[in-house]
């Protein structure tokens, strides 16, 4: 007897005990949606934590300037003047070929407008290396180039949800822009960043998507810096590869801590930190990782579980039909073929329970996702090893009962009332 004619034996066994199949599938059913609504959160959780790193750069290393108290700050200063854009330069050749750009970054406090209403954005003040190390994609137009730069234009970038607001119905290519009481020309408009869950938030994409960027020379041309402030509050540095990250984090480390006379400080009362982009999300992937493993686990012990639940079935299966087994032997059917109908029969379990398991672990996903707010991405390969593991467990706990009915002798069996 092949394996489909076994199948088709078992399952017209199984048609015989409905209800008790039924009831057998259970574990596998609860232990596969279990499997397939973990996948699915794990794989949102990627995804939001992806977008975050892509807002960041995934091979940037970030220094910062620091927010310390008005004493510390103080203290710091008589050692530096802070971040600015010089020792970025200074720090990027130190770095060599690791580094492949590097971009300084100011927030600048101004009012924007546009025919005299006001536009709820954020100022920001870059160089013309900016667009290359984050990454960012261009909707329309283009970026400021060095020669603007050099010649400190008034000229900006626009995040598209600016651009909606301030230009909705039109194109702002070349149109002005009100930044506290100077035009500025609008020379390009970005494409928006995915924004996150707010607990996979490291960077605020939604702040970040209501920007205008502005040339950084034109920024510190018209603006009065006070003593205490950095000319920069940020510099990004553009690694060649990935693995490079932490090497050029050490270096940058050290250099800041000699250019800022901070070898004396705790790392707490420097004014500056080095952060990388990919660590930042370490603490949130960690946590994730922890959910994922208990609740993998617990889908195992489902699906343990139900596999024993299985082999219990399959054994009073055995027990009940042992004369149907000695009348198969008695006519010709061999031990092969009695260990493959019952073994069929175990499968033919497993997989209606994965079938229906992956149809509630969806479900589950979907009630999951609107209720939480948490974000999910159904994985077909989820499903796929889902069932397959289901099918395991079938193999792993129907083998004894199938075997032990291979195993009873026709004569006895015959007997058997």
């Known amino acids: 007897m092949d394996w489909l004619s076994a199948l088709n034996v ?11 199949a039924m009831l057998s599938t259970l574990g596998i059913i609860f232990g596969v949606a279990s499997v397939v609504a973990v996948i699915a959160v794990s794989q949102g959780a990627q995804g939001e934590m992806l977008k975050q790193l892509a807002a960041m750069g995934a091979n940037n290393v970030i220094v910062d300037s620091a927010d310390l108290l008005p004493d510390k700050k103080k203290a710091a200063r008589l050692k530096s003047e802070g971040l600015n854009s010089r020792e970025a330069a200074a720090a990027a050749s130190l770095c060599g070929a690791s580094v492949e750009s590097y971009a300084p970054l100011r927030r600048v406090n101004a009012s924007v407008s546009h025919e005299g209403t006001t536009i709820d954005a954020g100022i920001a003040a870059t160089t013309s290396s900016f667009l290359d190390v984050m990454g960012f994609k261009l909707r329309e137009g283009r970026w400021f180039n060095p020669a603007e730069e050099a010649s400190s234009e008034r000229v900006c970038v626009l995040e598209d949800a600016v651009r909606k607001d301030a230009f909705p119905l039109e194109s702002p290519i070349g149109k002005k822009l009100i930044l506290d009481h100077e035009e500025f020309t609008v020379i390009g408009v970005l494409e928006s960043k995915e924004e996150t869950d707010e607990k ?14 502005i040339p950084l020379s034109t920024a510190l041309s018209r603006i009065t810096r006070d003593a205490l402030s950095d000319e920069v509050q940020q510099v990004y540095y553009k690694c060649r590869t990935g693995k490079e990250v932490y090497a050029v984090a050490n270096l ?9 006379g901070m070898e004396g400080f705790e790392p707490k009362h420097r004014d500056y930190t080095v952060k990388i982009a990919r660590d930042l999300l370490k603490k949130i992937e960690d946590a994730q990782n922890i959910f994922n493993v208990v609740m993998l686990c617990s889908a195992g012990i489902s699906l343990v579980v139900g596999g024993i639940g299985i082999m219990n079935i399959m054994l009073a299966n055995v027990s009940e039909r042992r004369r149907e087994v000695g009348i198969r032997r008695a006519v010709g059917a061999t031990k092969s073929d009695i260990l493959k109908q019952f073994l069929g029969e175990s499968l033919i379990i497993c997989l209606a329970g ?26 077909p390969w989820g499903m796929i090893v889902a069932v397959g593991v289901s099918l395991v467990d079938g193999v792993i706990f129907g083998t004894f009962p199938a075997w032990k009915a291979a195993q009873l002798d026709p004569i006895e069996a015959l007997q058997y009332e």
Do not use: M, P
């Not at 078992?10 to 008790?20: D, E, I, N, S, Y």
């Open 10 to 20: 078992g399952l017209k066994g199984l048609a015989v005990h409905k209800v008790r």
């Open 200 to 213: 996979y938030s490291v960077v605020d994409i939604k702040s970040l998507n209501r920007r205008i960027y």
């Open 252 to 260: 940058l480390e050290q250099f800041y801590q000699s250019a800022h």
């Open 354 to 379: 994965g079938l229906l398991g992956c149809v509630v672990g969806v479900i589950f996903t979907l009630i999951v996702a609107n209720r939480t707010g948490w974000q999910t991405e159904l994985a």
